[in-house]
């Protein structure tokens, strides 16, 4: 499966929204780090990738652009327009700046069904699993934090 990493800019939208048909034939999935405040490309590249049957993770924390300090209007818009839908994943950058605290606090406001790690320098993978494992016991095989990756719809 390949996951190419967009930063949500205009032009890349754009391409995401016209290549909608070709994205759901190839079977990969793209990242989408919104950047910009306004939303209104995002909206229409997702709602292309959904009617074209394809999928795509949108970042609710990014780490740049207009967004890095609050992802609040991203996380209500995929509530509003994409609970129901499961080709459209909030996805949790994972950076070498980000704690298990703050990691547990945006997996808690979006749910482990249909949500994704992306991992980008992540420090502490251990102390999440041990922490995940710890609150999701019946989704970890043995007691061991290692079952917990391969049981849960979550990419790291």
């Not at 209104?40 to 795509?56: N, P, T």
């Not at 703050?102 to 041990?130: F, I, K, N, S």
């Amino acid at each position: 499966m390949y996951h190419p990493y967009f930063r949500g800019k205009q032009f890349e939208l754009i391409a995401i929204r016209e290549s909608a048909d070709l994205i759901a034939s190839s079977s990969f999935i793209p990242i989408i780090e919104p950047v910009r405040e306004s939303l209104g490309g995002l909206e229409k590249a997702l709602r292309s990738i959904s009617d074209a049957g394809a999928q795509a993770i949108v970042v609710v924390n990014p780490r740049h652009g207009d967004h890095k300090e609050n992802g609040e209007s991203i996380a209500a818009l995929l509530d509003r327009e994409y609970r129901e839908n499961d080709a459209i994943q909030a996805g949790i950058l994972l950076t070498s700046e980000t704690s298990t605290e703050a990691a547990m606090a945006h997996l808690a406001l979006h749910p482990a069904q249909g949500t994704a790690l992306v991992h980008a320098g992540y420090t502490e993978p251990r102390a999440l699993a041990d922490q995940l494992a710890e609150q999701l016991p019946d989704k970890v095989e043995a007691g061991t934090a290692e079952g917990l990756i391969d049981t849960l719809p979550v990419r790291i």
